[in-house]
């Protein structure tokens, strides 16, 4: 499962302003997401509890196909109300399982659905806070997202992704790979980057 599949945006404009606007920009959303330490820790988080419930799942799965193969052993043997009683119970648990399987896996109500939704919300709307911030301190009167498309032909010039990205720390976001590099703190090697300052426009353009 692919994190950046599974995230639902609002909308193909993350501004106000309309298309006759003089300053444009655009984002790649998905990529500013899968940028985030969190949106790692979420995608972990996910994964563990899809395989926890796929546990479940099998375990379910070995118990009816235990069920049915004493029930092929012992069919003979059986009156017709046991062995009745046997298949009902088979039916049941395969019932149960069908109704598990669409708790926790359904693509839009599922628990590992909600879940998802759960945590990444918060994100996404800090997210959206540094992009409102870039508009505003640039003075973008509109600015568009790319990854909900597929622009024929754009000018790179427009692209914003390395200012959001710049902008990451002012919401609380902390990029990935940066709360501990190399022994030292997320704040020393901050201060290493503001000696650079290129590491953010690589990021940007990855």
Not at 46 to 52: G, M
Not at 57 to 71: V, Y
Not at 96 to 106: D, G, L
Not at 147 to 163: C, Q, Y
Request: cysteine-free.
């Amino acid at each position: 499962m692919r994190l950046v599949l599974l995230i639902s945006l609002t909308g193909v404009l993350i501004a106000s302003g309309s298309l006759h606007s003089q300053k444009i920009g655009y984002i790649d959303f998905q990529y500013l997401v899968t940028q985030v330490q969190a949106a790692q820790d979420i995608q972990t988080e996910l994964q563990r509890l899809s395989a926890e419930w796929t546990r479940e799942m099998e375990a379910m799965q070995d118990t009816i196909e235990s069920l049915e193969k004493d029930l092929e052993s012992v069919s003979l043997a059986l009156s017709k109300s046991g062995r009745d009683m046997l298949i009902q119970n088979i039916e049941e648990r395969r019932q149960k399982m069908r109704t598990y399987r669409e708790q926790r896996f359904s693509p839009v109500s599922g628990d590992l659905y909600k879940k998802q939704q759960e945590l990444l919300q918060p994100l996404i709307d800090k997210i959206k806070k540094a992009v409102d911030n870039v508009r505003m301190k640039q003075k973008y009167d509109v600015i568009f997202d790319i990854s909900t498309g597929n622009p024929v032909s754009i000018d790179k010039r427009l692209d914003l992704t390395a200012l959001i990205l710049e902008e990451f720390s002012s919401v609380g976001l902390t990029l990935k790979g940066q709360a501990v590099q190399g022994g030292k703190s997320k704040e020393e090697d901050a201060g290493k980057k503001d000696n650079t300052g290129s590491d953010f426009e690589k990021e940007g353009k990855k």
